[in-house]
C-alpha cells in the first residue's frame, strides 16, 4: 500500500503546478482524499480534499479559487492543480486517504495513508 506524490518544483509566482498522487496496492475509490501542505517552519496544514462518494470538495479559504483537487479512480490518482501560485504557497505538499469523510482537519480516524510528499517552491 503506497502513495507516490510527483509533479512538484520551482515555479514563478503567478504561475501552475499541476501534482499528482498515484496509489498502488489498493483503490482509491472507496476514500476521500486530501491534500495537505507543510512550510517551513509552520504545522502541516489541509488545503483540498474530496468526499468519495458525491465528489464534493472542500478548500483552506487560502487556496479557494487557485487549487482544485480531482481525481481519476480509473488510474487511481488524486491531482491537484495549482494555478496563479505565490511565494507563501512554498512547501512540501502530501496527499492522503481518508476513509471517512473529507475534512481538512487531521483527526483522530482520518487520513491513515500518506505520500512521501513533493516540494513546490515559488520564488522568482
Known amino acids: 500500500v503506497q502513495l507516490q506524490a510527483s509533479g512538484g518544483g520551482l515555479v514563478q509566482p503567478g504561475g501552475s503546478l499541476r501534482l499528482s498522487c498515484a496509489a498502488s496496492?489498493?483503490?482509491?475509490?472507496?476514500?476521500?482524499l486530501g491534500w495537505f501542505r507543510q512550510a517551513p517552519g509552520k504545522e502541516r496544514e489541509g488545503v483540498a480534499c474530496m468526499n468519495s462518494n458525491d465528489g464534493s470538495t472542500d478548500y483552506a479559504d487560502s487556496v479557494k479559487g487557485r487549487l482544485t483537487i480531482s481525481r481519476d479512480n480509473a488510474d487511481d490518482t488524486v491531482y491537484l492543480q495549482m494555478n496563479s501560485l505565490r511565494p507563501e504557497d512554498t512547501a512540501v505538499y502530501y496527499c492522503?486517504?481518508?476513509?471517512?469523510?473529507?475534512?481538512?482537519?487531521?483527526?483522530?480516524?482520518?487520513?491513515?495513508?500518506w505520500g512521501q510528499g513533493t516540494l513546490v517552491t515559488v520564488s522568482s
Open positions: 496496492g489498493f483503490p482509491l475509490d472507496y476514500y476521500s
Open positions: 492522503a486517504t481518508d476513509p471517512l469523510f473529507c475534512t481538512l482537519v487531521n483527526r483522530t480516524g482520518h487520513y491513515d495513508y
